[in-house]
């Protein structure tokens, strides 16, 4: 019964650890500055269709300074890869030094799958996430919205949570949500060390969100 007592303590004791360091990487994350002193290693996460167009804008804002990219697809996704391989080809016009990669996870969701089977694709994701954000080590997360940056962003707030690396989670939301939020924006929202909307009613209604109008 002791050793039953001492070890509900323990686990109990482990998990309240756990919540603080949460709340301490989550709480501090954007007074982190990675690239201050070097290149700044990005992992972008490119959805199907709309998202990796906007999020291929968003690129073309970002200084040669963010380098490598990673950019990181679901294994079904097969127009997103020339998309990236497209704009990293006229980007190597201008940066001779120009690094990317792109990797492949299982896609978290499919359009119209049910709830309940969207959980165990999200574990599957998560498994293949960990390791691939365990070995890249990026300053940088940047995500718009896919449902397959979801693993990815719990992959890298768990590097912080292990104090293995702070690594800064930024979400931009969609131009096309208006009045709420995406589903994976309001997963990731109260994790991201920047969140983006590009409508003021948003603004209004997410306090910690960051308005600066139209960004895509």
């Given amino acids: ?21 949460l709340y301490y990487i989550v709480k501090n994350g954007s007074n ?9 290693a990005v992992l972008v996460v490119a959805g199907s269709g709309g998202h990796t167009t906007e999020i291929l804008r968003l690129m073309e804002s970002l200084s040669a300074a963010y ?4 950019y990181v697809i679901a294994d079904t996704d097969r ?8 704009f990293e080809s006229s980007k190597q016009n201008s940066d001779s030094e120009s690094q990317f990669s792109i990797c492949r996870i299982p896609r978290s969701r499919e359009v119209h799958q049910s709830w309940s089977s ?7 994701a998560l498994r293949f996430s960990l390791p691939l954000v365990f070995r890249l080590r990026p300053d940088v997360v940047l995500c718009n919205g896919p449902g ?9 707030l768990l590097l912080g949570i292990l104090g ?3 690594v800064l989670i930024v979400y931009v939301e969609s131009i096309c949500r208006v ?7 309001k997963i990731l929202y109260p994790i991201s060390d920047y969140f983006f909307v590009q409508w003021s009613s948003l603004r209004d209604k997410y306090p910690k969100s960051i308005f600066l109008g139209r960004i895509v």
């Fill in 1 to 21: 019964m002791a050793f039953l007592a001492g070890a509900v303590f323990a686990v109990g004791f482990i998990c309240l650890l756990f919540i603080i360091r």
């Fill in 32 to 40: 982190c500055k990675p690239g201050s002193k070097g290149p700044v």
């Fill in 67 to 70: 380098t490598p990219r990673h």
């Fill in 79 to 86: 127009m997103s890869e020339e998309k990236i391989c497209s």
């Fill in 118 to 124: 969207s959980v165990i694709s999200t574990l599957q």
């Fill in 148 to 156: 397959t940056c979801v693993p990815l962003c719990v992959a890298a």
């Fill in 164 to 166: 293995m690396k702070k």
């Fill in 179 to 185: 009045q709420t939020l995406s589903l994976t924006g």
